[in-house]
T-cell receptor, first 111, second 115 residues
Framework: DAKTTQPNSMESNEEEPVHLPCNHS???????IHWYRQLPSQGPEYVIH???SNVNNRMASLAIAEDRKSSTLILHRATLRDAAVYYCILRNNNAGNMLTFGGGTRLMVKP | DSGVTQTPKHLITATGQRVTLRCSPRSGDLSVYWYQQSLDQGLQFLIQYYNGEERAKGNILERFSAQQFPDLHSELNLSSLELGDSALYFC??????????????FGSGTQLSVL
């Protein structure tokens, strides 16, 4: 399975933008880039996903490098509720392919 | 609320015992996934069922088994429990068997404590 590399932790100030990086240099052409987050004492929660183009939704934006070897999750205005572990995961289009979680990035948001 | 229901929320038992964790997927979802989260191992995939059939297997111990019933709910059975089995167990569901683009929806987990 193609792997991802994320910083262990990041810190942000409330109401400022946050850019969470992810490297996936061995990504294949059929791998989708997924982001999930896990708030304290909760199950993981879907954030966003993309294949080649940048994506926006109500939670975040996903910027994908042209060579697809890296991506960045952008939270436009961090709130205290955004403090969580963020996981960048590659998911293939083969049926049965589950999410394989790495260590993720622990985001701390300061008031 | 993800729509995935897990029961019980907490379970305390003794070593050597057997427990059953239950998961009801979101309405319309055919696939169920089980994950284990411990402090030292992170989130580990255990097993996936799709429409009643086992679809994928991860790092699931032989002492653990699962099944998905005709009404699509799933149960994870853990037997001969050891202290190291203490963890959070999550269930997730999705519509299909696991295409690259679809989302997984996770329940809030069952906290298992083996004393």
């Amino acid at each position: 399975d193609a792997k991802t590399t994320q910083p262990n932790s990041m810190e942000s100030n409330e109401e400022e933008p946050v850019h969470l990086p992810c490297n996936h240099s061995t990504i294949s052409g059929t791998d989708y880039i997924h982001w999930y987050r896990q708030l304290p004492s909760q199950g993981p929660e879907y954030v966003i996903h993309g294949l080649t183009s940048n994506v926006n939704n109500r939670m975040a934006s996903l910027a994908i490098a042209e060579d697809r070897k890296s991506s960045t999750l952008i939270l436009h205005r961090a709130t205290l509720r955004d403090a969580a572990v963020y996981y960048c995961i590659l998911r293939n289009n083969n049926a049965g392919n589950m999410l394989t979680f790495g260590g993720g990035t622990r985001l701390m948001v300061k008031p | 609320d993800s729509g995935v229901t897990q029961t019980p929320k907490h379970l305390i038992t003794a070593t050597g015992q057997r427990v059953t964790l239950r998961c009801s997927p979101r309405s319309g979802d055919l696939s169920v996934y089980w994950y284990q989260q411990s402090l030292d191992q992170g989130l580990q995939f255990l097993i996936q069922y799709y429409n009643g059939e086992e679809r994928a297997k991860g790092n699931i111990l032989e002492r653990f088994s699962a099944q998905q019933f005709p009404d699509l709910h799933s149960e994870l059975n853990l037997s001969s429990l050891e202290l190291g089995d203490s963890a959070l167990y999550f269930c997730a569901s999705s519509v299909e068997a696991g295409t690259g683009y679809e989302k997984l929806f996770f329940g809030s987990g069952t906290q298992l404590s083996v004393l």
